[in-house]
C-alpha cells in the first residue's frame, strides 16, 4: 500500500518557471524524503526532512513539511528541461520507506 | 562498486518459467529492500534484510516470490512460475543504517512476463 499521495499526477511548464508538487501522507512519521527518477533509470534521493522541521532548502528545491496537516510541497525554481523527471515522496517510520506514486514533471525548453 | 548493482538490467520470461534477480548493494551496508515498480506508479515495498536476516517480507505478492541475502551482502530475488502480472521493474536498494534513512537505489532490473 501507498501512504504517500503526490499532486498533481503530471504537471508541464515552460523552462524557468517555478514547479510545485504536493505531498499528502496518512500516519505519523519521522521524517519525509523526496526522491527523483528519471525514465528507465532507479530513484535518485533529493532531500530528506525530519518531522521537527518545517522548511529544508537545496540549491534550486526547497521543500516544507507541515505534520498538523499531515502534508510536504517541494518546490524546484527556475526549472531546466533536465528536471524532466518523475518525483515520489517517502515516509519514513519504523518501517521501510513509502513511496507515493509520483508526479511526473516535464519542464519544456 | 560504487554504487548499487543489479543484474540483469532486462529479462523476458516465458510464463511459468523461474527467474532470479540479482542485487550488489554498496559495499559495508547493512539494510537491503527489494521494491517492485509498475508501470507509472511508485515503488512498493517487497522485502527487507538487516545483513542476513530478513526482517520483514510482507510486501512479498505471493509465496512464489522468494528472496534471500545469505553472506549479509549480495541478495536475489526469485520468483518462481512467473505469470504476467509479474511484469514490472524491481529495483534494489541499500543503506548504511535504520530504515528511515536515505536509500540508494540501483538501476532496476526489468522484468516482462510473455
Known amino acids: 500500500s501507498q501512504q504517500g499521495e503526490e499532486d498533481p499526477q503530471a504537471l508541464s511548464i515552460q523552462e524557468g518557471e517555478n514547479a510545485t508538487m504536493n505531498c499528502s501522507y496518512k500516519t505519523s512519521i519521522n521524517n519525509l524524503q523526496w526522491y527523483r527518477q528519471n525514465s528507465g533509470r532507479g530513484l535518485v534521493h533529493l532531500i530528506l526532512i525530519r518531522s521537527n522541521e518545517r522548511e529544508k532548502h537545496s540549491g534550486r528545491l526547497r521543500v516544507t513539511l507541515d505534520t498538523s496537516k499531515k502534508s510536504s510541497s517541494l518546490l524546484i525554481t527556475a526549472s531546466r528541461a533536465a528536471d524532466t523527471a518523475s518525483y515520489f515522496c517517502?515516509?519514513?517510520?519504523?518501517?521501510?520507506?513509502?513511496f507515493g506514486k509520483g508526479t511526473r514533471l516535464s519542464v519544456i525548453a | 562498486g560504487a554504487g548499487v548493482s543489479q543484474s540483469p538490467r532486462y529479462k523476458v520470461a516465458k510464463r511459468g518459467q523461474d527467474v532470479a534477480l540479482r542485487c550488489d548493494p554498496i559495499?559495508?551496508?547493512?539494510?537491503l529492500f527489494w521494491y517492485q515498480q509498475a508501470l507509472g506508479q511508485g515503488p512498493e515495498f517487497l522485502t527487507y534484510f538487516q545483513n542476513e536476516a530478513q526482517l520483514d517480507k510482507s510486501g512479498l505478492p505471493s509465496d512464489r516470490f522468494f528472496a534471500e541475502r545469505p553472506e549479509g551482502s549480495v541478495s536475489t530475488l526469485k520468483i518462481q512460475r512467473t505469470q504476467q502480472e509479474d511484469s514490472a521493474v524491481y529495483l534494489c536498494?541499500?543503506?548504511?543504517?535504520?530504515?528511515?534513512?536515505?536509500?540508494?537505489f540501483g538501476e532496476g532490473s526489468w522484468l516482462t512476463v510473455v
Open positions: 536498494a541499500s543503506s548504511p543504517g535504520q530504515v528511515r534513512n536515505t536509500i540508494y
Open positions: 517517502a515516509t519514513a517510520t519504523n518501517t521501510p520507506l513509502v
Open positions: 559495499s559495508g551496508h547493512v539494510s
